[in-house]
């Protein structure tokens, strides 16, 4: 069999990845087992697209961002990033530098005394010359709206600051990829809707690809496309009015749909007509008018 392998794109085929785990068996001696995470997973991310990646807790969503940036490679099956294999140990330094990622903790990813510091120290590990690391962190700054912040400590920073500068990092990099796990999971509101609106600008302005883990269901109203995951299989892949309009099968793998569509549901069901394509909030307020 041949496979087409994308230069535009990640890509997995029949990707399949176990951890050992030591468990405790009937007659209480430990054995080490395997624990399937991912399940021949085969998908496409086209360059410059919006991801979300939805699904309950332990279905392997992180598992699988760590194989596109060849933080684990597969038992079985392949993962190309932009058509290298991240099987190949010559193509690390490659794919981890075009596939950047922004974890939960914004306090675990800064490491610099400030915050130029902090946003600097990747590219100068690209070994990059000085003036072109100090352009880059400039404009990374400037990109997450955090220019004014760069000679400050990243002590003092709320958590979407943080995190601002945390991307501002992976930015200096020039990746064309970003992983987001849960990147707003640990921040207020204020910071969530920060963090949430740098991450929409980098995808449409700096055509990054983005690829964003969430629990949170109106984030993933944002993206252009939604893959759900379940036990460690794609379960659905659509629009987001494609994937929230099966709330049942939602709720049966343990997840929900976003406030605004059980709304519109809820609406429509009481006789009035709302189109499907009908997500958000501020597109449903415009369809009661009387509201
Ligand atoms: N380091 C590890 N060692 C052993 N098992 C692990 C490890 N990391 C994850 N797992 C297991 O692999 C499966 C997939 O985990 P993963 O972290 O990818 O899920 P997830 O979808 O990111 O979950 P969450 O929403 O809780 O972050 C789970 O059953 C988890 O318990
Ligand atoms: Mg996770």
Known sequence: MRIDIALNGLQTKELTFSYQVFAEEEDNS?????????????????????????????SGKSTLSKQFNALLAPDSGDVWVYGNNTKEEG?????????????????????GNLVEEDVAFGAENLGLPT???ISRTR??????????????????LSGG????????G???????????????????????K??????????????????????????ALEAGHILVMDKGKIVLEGKPEEIFAQQDYLYEIGLHVPQSVELADELRKRGMDIPLSVLN???????????
């Open 139 to 156: 404009e990374s700054l400037a990109a997450v709206n955090m220019s004014e912040y760069a000679t400050h400590s990243p002590n003092r």
């Open 131 to 133: 003036e072109e690391i």
């Open 170 to 192: 992976i930015l200096a990099m020039r990746p064309r990829c970003i992983i987001f796990d849960e990147s707003t999971a640990m921040l207020d509101p204020m910071g969530r």
């Open 91 to 111: 193509q690390l330094w490659k794919i981890r530098q075009s596939v950047g990622m922004i974890f939960q903790n914004p306090d675990n990813q800064i490491i």
């Open 161 to 168: 600051q943080k995190q601002r500068v945390a991307i501002a």
């Open 281 to 291: 909030l501020e597109d449903l307020l415009k369809e009661i008018p009387s509201l």
């Open 30 to 58: 430990m054995q080490m087992k395997k624990m399937t995470a991912l399940d021949h997973v085969d998908l496409f991310i086209e360059e410059g697209s919006f991801v979300a990646i939805l699904g309950h807790n332990g």
């Open 194 to 219: 920060e963090v949430l609106e740098i991450i929409k600008e980098l995808n449409q302005k700096e055509k990054i690809t983005v690829i964003m883990i969430t629990h949170y269901m109106e984030e």
